[in-house]
């Protein structure tokens, strides 16, 4: 008797464990899937601005939680799942959601330690996370609707309290009658495929251009030549960039910006070069398209985790622009404004003397889109892409620091990639 009695409370209290382990579970997946989208999402890139960083905290410490709930369910596996004898949907249920959220943390952890990782298990990771996301978060909706009291039979729910299982048995018994047979056309049912059709109908066609998008299907992708800049006279690509000599990127570029996207024309757009310099530069479209430019082959990664391989850029070597110039012994760094007013970041002066950085007009043979930062953006190959300053139209030889706009929001100032040598 005082066994038996004894057992039953600890039964009690596992199921109420389990209970809570799902409720937080849950209110973890809830947050992770919000501040993720946030953070996908453009429309909140620009309206966070600094926040942003916060949020990426934010959901890296939130899923690092999700190990909290996940461990103790892990301890207390075995159990339930001899309770799910018998129901196997149920377990399909759970094996979905575990792994759902293994993938989720795996990916993440390597998107989190980027620079531990590097590009190419980062652009992975990130490929990862999206499928993941793209397929869990259909089902967590899918299940969350259907799992509503109002839609599931109390005794259906594989995690509850003891006692109501303990009342439901206790009832089954009482009653001594066989269930009665299920319609085929329940209420119930008749709602659950409404929801599964509804999340089809509004969640596919996304996912289909994501799909196509990520497989580099020409349905997806950005139509090519779209650019709303009007600068005249376009830029003749020099022989290795037309066709590309990297034989054109691979990858996407994920169209990033703090601000709403610029368009220039040549009314509106001049490029400057001034400072701590001997001769301050100053020049219109039909000038600056007259420098000789350089083609080079490279590689971009964002910090987020994606990659653009084998970028034919065509440009102005940095160096060649500081020589014209005469930079000045006082000067120290160099400072970067993009026309969009907002962004800005800065490199040693050391730094931006090495050869590879380029002030890039084409990619690919093509101008470089108002999306992708045309008419002019920087690239510099061997740091993270934050330092490749998108609509650049003025550089400024300074001394002393100039902590750039992302650092200031908490990007570290060292942006190398991992594997260069920096200086
Ligand atoms: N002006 C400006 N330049 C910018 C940014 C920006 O938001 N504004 N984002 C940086 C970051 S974090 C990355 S990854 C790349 C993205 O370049 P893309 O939008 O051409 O893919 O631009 C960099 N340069
Ligand atoms: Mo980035």
């Known amino acids: 008797m005082m066994l038996k009695k004894s057992l039953t409370l600890i039964r009690r209290g596992y199921g109420k464990k389990l209970v809570s382990i799902h409720a937080w579970n849950a209110w973890l997946v809830l947050f992770l899937a919000v501040s993720g989208l946030m953070l996908l999402g453009a429309f909140w890139r620009e309206w966070l601005g600094e926040g942003r960083v916060w949020l990426k905290w934010g959901h890296i410490a ?8 996940v461990v103790y369910y892990l301890l207390l596996a075995a159990k339930h799942w001899k309770r799910l004898k018998g129901k196997p949907s149920q377990k399909a249920n759970v094996i979905t959601v575990l792994t759902l959220l293994f993938g989720w943390m795996v990916s993440g952890i390597v998107l989190w330690q980027y620079k531990a990782f590097g590009p190419r298990a980062a652009n992975a ?18 299940h969350s609707i259907t799992r ?14 003891e006692q109501e299982i303990l009342d439901a048995a206790a009832s089954n018994r009482a009653e001594k009658t066989p ?10 049912g008749f709602l659950k495929a409404a929801v599964g059709a509804g999340l089809a109908v509004t969640l596919g066609p996304t996912f289909v251009r ?6 580099q299907l020409p349905a997806g992708g950005e139509p090519p030549g779209a650019n709303a800049n009007r600068l005249l006279p376009d830029p003749v690509p020099l022989p290795q960039s037309s066709p590309p000599i990297g034989g054109g990127a691979e990858g996407h570029f994920r169209v990033y910006t703090v601000t709403d996207i610029p ?7 001049s490029f400057k ?7 301050k530069l100053h020049w219109n479209w039909e000038q600056f398209v007259k420098l000789q430019r350089e083609v080079q082959v490279s590689d971009f990664h964002c910090i987020t985790g994606w990659s653009v391989y084998k970028n034919t850029w065509e440009g102005i070597p940095l160096a060649k622009l500081l020589d014209m110039a005469g930079v000045q012994r006082t000067a120290t760094s160099v400072k970067f404004y993009s026309g969009d007013g907002v962004y800005t970041d800065s490199l040693t002066l050391e730094q931006a003397r090495m050869d590879d950085v380029l002030v890039a007009v084409m990619h690919d043979g093509r101008p470089i889109s108002n999306e992708l930062g045309g008419p002019v953006r920087l690239v510099v190959p061997q740091m993270y892409a934050y330092k490749s300053v998108k609509w650049l139209n003025r550089i400024e030889l300074i001394k002393g620091d100039h902590v ?3 650092e200031q929001r908490g990007y570290s100032s060292d942006a190398w990639l991992p594997g260069s040598e920096k200086i």
């Open 62 to 69: 939130g899923g690092l939680a999700l190990l909290v709930p």
């Open 125 to 142: 990771a990130l490929l990862a996370h999206d499928l993941f996301t793209w397929i869990g978060l259909p089902i967590i909706i899918y």
């Open 148 to 161: 509503t009291r109002w839609l599931k039979e109390p005794d259906k729910r594989s995690i509850r309290p």
């Open 179 to 188: 269930p009665r047979p299920q319609p085929v056309y329940t209420r119930r």
């Open 210 to 215: 994501w799909m196509s998008w990520s497989l």
């Open 263 to 269: 368009s220039f024309d040549n009314s509106n757009w």
């Open 273 to 279: 070069v001034d400072g701590l310099v001997d001769n």
């Open 404 to 406: 750039g706009y992302w």
